[in-house]
């Protein structure tokens, strides 16, 4: 049974990034994994943001939202400035540099769930403190599917929150290097066993260029990378995926393992718009049409025939 | 048409491996990328392997050899040492430090291909000094598909000689670093469309275990490593991989984009069992039925749904 459309709701962050790549620099343009992952989920389903920004963010970054139909009932204004990171990538992007970090107003953030909210039934945790992640679940009722991701400070320094939140997650997203560090595992499939036994029934490992891996009780799946020959700029890739990913189950209202396969897709479809240009630029020329014609880019990318042998 | 078992041709090193990884050490095991190539291919398709090795070759690798079918009769047995290589594999496989090479009777190694051989239609060349690669094209007479690997060391040294031959081959393989060197990009996409610039019409990028990209005249192509809990021995992998690539491609008669394509899963397929143990020791217990097994196994590790959206 599908209820299409079903409610999905993200919490993290929303910020103003100064970016850096060899394709050229932005400053003070849209950012945060919450605004990658909310107008990413937007092509696919309606999407509820609990966020918060200061005073001097942009009308035209809160336009963006509302011309994708992200429902802003969660997205608090408060006075002060809106979180700030800027960074610059090496010229072949395998690396990047942060060169400051203002957590501004996000620092005293404290998600809140607008009542009706609670039953939301797809829930995304963004990379914010486990302690606030826990926090949006003791708002959030019984949802569906509940997905989060963390990073290496979380697990370095919050270790028991992010422990126990993972008790109550059914996905965790996480790249390569998070994965080992948390599992203590260099190989990616112990790793990911070594993770489900810590709570999630599903983990994806995200390795950039090198596509994601999906480890669940459907077995294991591989989604590859969409090769783009001109990477303009990688921010927000991860939580585009996520969005991607997101969108689709909510859309479908369903997360059995061949629902979650294709979203898998639907991540890395979006995730690969993403980095076409700065900031979530190419989001606002994106369309159905481009990520249909996306998705079947992904099958004839993976596709061979089956043999007589 | 299909022309069952056409004749195969691989040249290359053949030698004595001592590595340790955290899986263990062994001593003076068979090693060399014709060794590897010529014994994963021999279970899709029969093989001629030119090579030399020196009076202290043992027997029981010979044995292997025949025991696969692999045609001898361009084995030089040549007074003195045989080729040796000794490396140490860091615990996460990550990096590999070479301890030892000893070129022995390899320093001296003229590749002469028995007259018959002359018109072997698929022909590997596996890496070695370029001038060498050509002299066996000189040799080849008019072969369907030349393919050849190469390595830093050729690339940066004997870059006119790399030239001249990728002018005559159809297909390049070389990992990720080694196509970054030799276009001068870092983009993969872009790698792969500078070097078919320079003669192959298809080039594939090996990337360990994140799978190997095929650019060529059918478009892109990815194939997935398959995720391997316990690693033994990465050792020949990638040799491994080109076995069974061109072995399918024997099999076949064909270089098809369609037939490329599945050769690239065989070439996975041989890499992920050549893994599992050191030195060419899991092709010694390995059969067909687990060769189309795991083509199945690869076929679900990429399978999705096709969606209406």
Redesign the interface.
């Known amino acids: 049974m599908k209820a299409a459309g079903s409610s999905l709701l993200v919490v993290g962050s929303i910020g103003l990034d100064t970016v850096e790549t060899r394709a050229g620099k932005r400053a003070d343009v849209l950012g945060g994994a919450a605004s990658y992952f909310s107008v990413a989920s937007s092509f696919l389903a309606p999407v509820r943001l609990v966020g918060v920004v200061g005073t001097d963010f942009p009308d035209a970054h809160t336009a963006l939202f509302k011309n994708h139909q992200v429902d802003l009932g969660g997205l608090e204004r408060v006075p002060g400035r809106t979180f700030r990171w800027s960074g610059v990538y090496a ?4 690396t990047r540099t942060t060169l400051d970090t203002q957590l501004n107003v996000f620092q005293e953030f404290r998600p809140k769930l607008p009542a009706a909210w609670a039953s939301s039934e797809y829930v995304f945790l963004a990379n914010i403190d486990p302690t606030l992640q826990l926090a949006v679940l003791e708002q959030a009722g019984k949802p569906r599917f509940v997905a989060c991701d963390t990073m290496n400070f979380w697990i370095e320094g919050k270790r028991p929150e992010l422990l126990a939140l993972l008790e109550r997650v059914d996905m965790l997203l996480l790249n390569d290097e998070e994965a ?1 560090q948390l599992s203590g595992q ?5 790793a990911a ?1 070594a993770i489900r036994a810590l709570g999630p029934r599903a983990v994806v490992i995200k ?1 950039g ?3 994601a ?1 999906l480890f669940h009780e459907g ?4 989604a ?2 969409f ?5 303009v700029d990688p921010t927000g890739a991860g939580d585009s995926f996520a969005g991607g990913f997101m969108g689709w189950l909510a859309r479908e209202g369903d997360s059995s393992p ?1 629902t979650i ?2 979203a ?2 639907l991540g890395s479809v979006l995730a690969s718009f993403s980095v076409e240009d700065f900031s979530l630029d190419r989001f606002r020329r994106l369309d ?1 049409s481009q ?2 014609e996306r ?1 079947s880019a992904f ?9 007589k ?1």
């Open positions: 010229p072949d992007f395998s080992r260099a190989n990616l499939p112990a066993r390795r260029d090198a596509g891996l077995g294991v799946f591989a590859p990378a090769p783009i020959e001109e990477v061949a396969r294709t898998m897709i159905l990520i249909r998705f099958a004839d990318l993976v596709h061979f025939e089956k043999i042998l």
